[in-house]
């Protein structure tokens, strides 16, 4: 069992920059790779960018490539976002998951474990 506790969220002026987190319960978290996802207002939760289990692969959704930025330090049972240049189009609940699989993967259907979400909210 993993429990994922995300933080970082908020409202930021386009442009802007935050760093969201996510720390994982439990002493396997270096064998599972980890993925961001996000929800707007009447949308579908999409894939937005995932790390394998050592860091050494990541994969990102073309809208945020050159902007978003995913790393873990396995150390700290933690994962990041940093996300630069937001736009306003980047507003969405941010959900961290784990997934057993050892290559990044955009499918929300492999991650077994996810939290609970942290909000975003990037102004004009």
């Known amino acids: 069992q993993v429990q994922l506790v995300e933080s970082g969220g908020g409202l930021v002026q386009a442009g802007g920059s935050l760093r969201l987190s996510c720390v994982a319960s439990g002493r396997t978290f270096s064998s599972y790779t980890m993925g961001w996802f996000r929800q707007a207002p009447g949308k579908e939760r999409e894939f937005v960018a995932a790390i394998s289990w050592s860091g050494g692969s990541t994969r990102y959704t073309d809208s945020v490539k050159g902007r978003f930025t995913i790393s873990r330090d396995n150390t700290k049972n933690t994962v990041y976002l940093q996300m630069n240049n937001l736009k306003p189009e980047d507003t969405a609940v941010y959900y961290c998951?784990?997934?057993?699989?050892?290559?990044?993967?955009?499918?929300?259907?492999?991650?077994?474990?996810w939290g609970q979400g942290t909000q975003v909210t990037v102004s004009s």
């Open positions: 998951a784990a997934s057993g699989t050892l290559s990044p993967t955009i499918s929300s259907t492999l991650y077994r474990y």
